[in-house]
């Protein structure tokens, strides 16, 4: 079959899909967009985390089928998609959500240098992930920042009780979570900073 | 494809001199491949892609043991899209690998010895149409007994898991299905007894845990013209899996050409081959590219596990609480093949009574041949299971003395200058009443947090958690203490080496350093420390780490807490080779015009040859020029002994790691829920080459022991040997929710012995963790607790 979806503002045909494959492989192996892992693929430890209009969900869990006319943002879109909602009045009313018109005005960047990423413009909670060390091996991250930042795009200032709710459905194996707090902690700290200086 | 190439960016600012390199080690710099990492662009071995690409898939036994009667691929080799089907008969060359015994087969033949043995091999050009093609292919099996256990593997009439073994070890067991044994036997624990006023003893068993790295073994072969094979994978340890799939594959080792692909975790995990030969063999059979990726289920499957434990221990001890003997017994399952057994064997009774002075020992150590999951390396190796036992030992002989457990472990622990049950002495620092006292004076944390301001608690504080299961009612709090010792580096007369290629050169006018090596990066953060070292050894601000692959020499093994030991030393001696040749041209250019030059203490510092006094001589641009400095060495930790087989004396071991917990839990003694409140813990780094890395690696350590403390285990049926968990609906590993705060208190105690003071950090703190936890569990409960996982049903009596 073929499906038509919007990945990461951009729209996106994928041709002779198995009825029985997953939003995640479509993502993986037919569109190029690795990002999103495929740590269980049954929906247990969030490495696959995307948004599905909005709402993040396991791609590993969503037929390819059912995204048809439907917006995906993977983490490979994460930066360009924080920049447009700080530029469209983020979120600080707790009322959130990207519309669908305001996330077909953008579209996400390739990095600059793909050899290491150097002067990639990152969204600020994978700028925290970086700087609390809150990435090791990586294979988590991907999932915990799609997480992440829904999170703090509903609540600019969680609690770590907060934080361990929303974060709940994503399973790291290296760092036992600390720094992925610290992480979610900075990030959070830094967007409110900004949101003063404003 | 996988070009992991990457130009490490400087970390945060520091108030390094000018003349000094920001970067250098000591310094928290951040990973270079963090911002790959965060935008999804870090290609994984799972990532692989390639034209044309096939996908390969392995048909796995459904039984444990069995004889292979027949197996008819017919119909599977005429479904649409299969290009290969492959059983044993098929196999190019050696049809049997492996670590240490080459006893495990690439495909089985004649027999299956464990649940989810590779029995047969699939390519086609759809993931789906490869598992829909292996379901096809019948396999007849004739079952045989399953040996499960010490009883079943050493009765009388016991069958043989390998039958006419021929190995290092076969010589010297006391039986076919013991893959080693090692006792240790010191002083005289018999007539020490006597001294005893006290006597304590316990059963203890451990259960088989998984490494439940996240990235799935996968990797992708891509058929040469030349008749070798390109290898894209996710390993521990490049040489040594090229040592195994070359004779596999018929080819000679240059035509194997491996290069690390990204890697989702390890933990042990990946020391043994997975699919590396297997997808090599349907890409030079196929002529086409093939990627092979497990899904979690078979993952549980295609990794060796941690040994599950029975261990039996006698501690004794005077009325004022000094350790007079200690006897004990360690059976280890190594289930159907022998993966790193007799090495976990020989930690495990090395290390066995823990960090403390005792002179008089019977030890014995046994690694079994059974059909269970194959068990191998896992983080902590052997000395996991034994801290577990010896640590509970410790707190009934100090309810019996009516002692504090911290004082009585402070009272026997070992120092520098203590002699070893092996007769090993500990030459750098041990402080393990130091880190004892550190954990146990820290604050406690505040009780009843899960108390609001307003009416109701909030059950997130609460065991039980979102489901809600109490208010507070039932809810116990217990603190518990545990310290482990843990050696670091490959031991037992293991020839360990790592090898590093340095070349410094000129480019734009700036000295920058190039960094090759073929150490497997699987999260730890030793590309960050790799730069440092360069930066901190040249002066030098560029430092770019090359992908890790097989043109250079071995780097050994990313585990044992060893790379930045050995790795880090190999860089730090090569780079120093590379600054002596740096001197020696600078001296030939320049030497004629400043008498400095023949001082012998020149350091490259800021870019610059300067003399120890800072005076600044040239740049290192204006030496080198168009010439480039290019050194590849190897690099040896000191050398170790072998273990007498009788009586386990010998300096076996390079370096002990030491670290201390303290748990803090709160149990709600109705349900048996478990919350732990806070992990704490203390460790000797010697030297924390990057802080916020070390921090990150006792912390995940840290969560690693409580997982087996309080849910991770795999289930293996008693009757079939069938696993009953594979998935991470079954397996539980720690959540965010799970997992407490764990606040990390370093000591940095340098051992002379190790480059910069080093002491291997990745190990020690997953010792500790799981006996604290189940202390503290104890303490809240009065439970015995003499099993991991301890579950609900364990602290409710409905077991």
């Not at chain 2, 720690?734 to 051992?751: C, G, K, N, W």
Request: overall charge negative; hydrophobic content about 40%; glycine content about 10%.
């Amino acid at each position: 079959m073929r499906v038509n979806f919007t990945v990461n503002g951009r729209p996106q045909e994928a041709d002779d899909v198995w009825e029985g494959e997953s939003l995640l492989y479509v993502l993986r192996e037919r569109l190029g967009l690795p990002g999103s892992k495929n740590a269980c693929e049954q929906g247990e430890c969030g490495s696959c985390t995307v948004r599905l209009d909005g709402v993040p969900v396991c791609s590993c869990l969503v037929a390819a089928g059912q995204v048809e006319g439907r917006e995906v943002v993977t983490v490979e879109g994460l930066a360009e998609y924080a920049k447009e909602r700080e530029a469209h009045g983020g979120c600080a009313s707790g009322a959130c959500g990207t519309s669908v018109d305001a996330a077909k005005r953008w579209e996400a960047k390739p990095a600059q240098d793909s050899q290491t990423g150097e002067g990639v413009e990152l969204s600020p909670i994978q700028q925290a992930f970086i700087d609390a060390g809150a990435v090791q091996c990586g294979f988590c991250t991907p999932g915990l920042l799609v997480a992440a930042d829904e999170m703090l795009e509903r609540n600019p200032s969680p609690t770590d009780a907060d934080i361990r709710e929303a974060l709940s459905g994503n399973l790291c194996r290296c760092t036992g979570y600390e720094k992925i707090l610290d992480a979610v902690r900075l990030a959070a700290a830094r967007q409110e900073r900004q949101g003063e200086a404003v | 494809m996988a070009q992991n190439t990457r130009t490490v960016p400087v970390g945060t600012p520091t108030d390094v001199t000018q003349n000094h390199v920001k970067g250098g080690i000591g310094e928290s710099t951040l990973r270079p491949d963090g911002t790959l990492k965060v935008t999804g662009e870090f290609a994984y071995s799972s990532d692989m892609w390639h034209e044309d690409m096939l996908w390969g898939q392995i048909l796995r036994s459904t039984v444990a043991h069995a004889e292979i009667v027949s197996i008819d691929t017919s119909e599977a080799l005429t479904m649409d899209g299969v290009y290969a089907v492959l059983t044993h008969e098929d196999l190019p060359a050696a049809k049997n690998y492996g670590m240490e015994f080459q006893d495990t087969p690439v495909l089985a033949y004649g027999k299956v010895r464990h649940h989810g043995e590779p029995v047969a091999l699939v390519a086609a050009d759809h993931p789906e149409t490869a598992r829909r093609a292996a379901a096809k292919i019948k396999i007849e099996y004739r079952e045989l007994p399953v040996v499960t256990d010490e009883a079943s593997a050493l009765a009388p009439d016991a069958i043989l898991v390998h039958e006419n073994r021929d190995d290092h070890h076969s010589g010297h067991v006391p039986h076919p299905n013991i893959v080693h044994r090692q006792p240790i036997i010191r002083g005289d624990a018999a007539a020490a007894a006597e001294r005893a006023d006290v006597i304590v003893t316990g059963e203890y068993t451990f259960g088989m845990q998984d490494q439940a790295f996240l990235g799935p073994e996968s990797g992708l072969a891509v058929p040469a013209e030349d008749g070798g094979v390109d290898l894209y994978v996710a390993t521990q340890w490049l040489h040594s899996d090229l040592k195994q799939i070359a004779p596999c594959l018929g080819l000679p080792e240059e035509k194997v050409r491996m290069t690390m692909a990204g890697v989702g975790g390890a933990f042990g995990g990946r020391e043994d081959i997975s699919m590396q030969i297997l997808a090599s063999i349907l890409a030079l059979r196929t002529g086409k590219p093939v990627k092979m990726v497990y899904n979690r289920y078979e993952s549980f499957f295609g990794h060796v596990h941690r040994h599950p434990a029975k261990l039996w221990y006698e501690h004794g001890a005077t009325k004022d609480g000094k350790l007079t003997h200690v006897k004990c017994r360690i059976v280890l399952d190594g289930g159907a093949y022998a993966s790193s057994t007799a090495s976990v064997v020989g930690n495990a009774s090395s290390l066995s009574i823990g960090p403390y002075v005792v002179e008089d020992v019977e030890i014995e150590a046994i690694g079994l041949y059974t059909n269970n999951p194959p068990c191998g390396a896992m983080r902590g190796f052997g000395a996991v299971q034994a801290c577990f036992a010896y640590e509970a030992q410790m707190d009934k002989l100090a309810a019996k003395l009516g002692m504090d457990p911290v004082e009585l472990r402070q009272l026997n622990a070992m120092e520098q200058g203590t002699i070893m049950p092996t007769g090993q002495v500990v030459d750098s620092p041990a402080p393990v009443a130091e880190l004892l006292r550190r954990v146990k004076a820290r604050p406690m944390p505040p009780e009843r947090q899960w108390e609001t301001a307003g009416e109701g608690a909030d059950v997130r504080a609460l065991p039980g958690g979102l489901s809600n299961t109490s208010h507070g009612e039932g809810v116990v709090r217990g603190v518990g203490y545990a310290v482990g010792i843990k050696n670091v580096g490959f031991s037992e007369g293991f020839d360990d080496y790592s090898t590093a290629k340095i070349r410094i050169e000129v480019i734009n006018g700036e000295a920058v350093a190039t960094v090759h090596t073929a150490m497997a990066e699987v999260g730890q953060g030793g590309v960050t420390i790799h730069a440092q070292i360069a930066r901190t050894e040249l002066g030098v601000q560029q430092v770019t780490i090359h992908p890790a692959d097989t043109q250079v020499g071995s780097a050994g093994s990313t585990s044992a807490g060893r790379q930045t030991y050995m790795t880090g030393g190999a860089i730090k001696n090569s780079c120093e080779i590379v600054r002596e040749k740096v001197l020696e041209i600078g001296r030939r250019k320049f030497g004629s015009y400043h008498p400095a030059w023949a001082n012998a203490e020149l350091l490259l510092e800021g870019g610059k040859v300067v003399t120890d006094g800072g005076e600044a001589l040239a740049t290192i641009a204006d030496v080198l020029e168009d010439q480039a400095v290019e050194v590849e060495e190897e690099w040896r930790h000191r050398p170790t002994q072998a273990f007498d087989l009788v009586t386990g004396q010998g300096d076996g071991h390079v370096q002990y790691a030491f670290a201390a917990h303290r748990a803090v839990v709160e149990v709600d003694t109705e349900l048996g829920l478990v919350k732990v409140i806070e992990l704490a813990c203390a460790q000797d780094v010697g030297k924390a080459v990057n802080p916020l890395s070390v921090v990150g690696q006792i912390q995940g350590g840290t969560t690693q022991g409580l997982g087996v403390a309080v849910m991770e285990e795999i289930i293996v049926d008693p009757k079939t040997a069938k696993v009953r968990n594979p998935s991470f609906t079954d397996y539980l590993i720690p959540t965010i929710l799970d997992t407490p705060t764990i606040p990390v208190d370093y000591l940095e105690l340098a051992d002379p012995n190790a480059p910069y003071g080093v002491r291997g950090i990745g190990e020690a703190p997953t010792l500790s963790s799981t006996p604290a936890v189940l202390a503290a569990i104890r303490a809240a409960t009065g439970l015995e607790l003499n099993k991991t996982p301890v579950r609900p049903e364990a602290l409710t009596g409905t077991l």
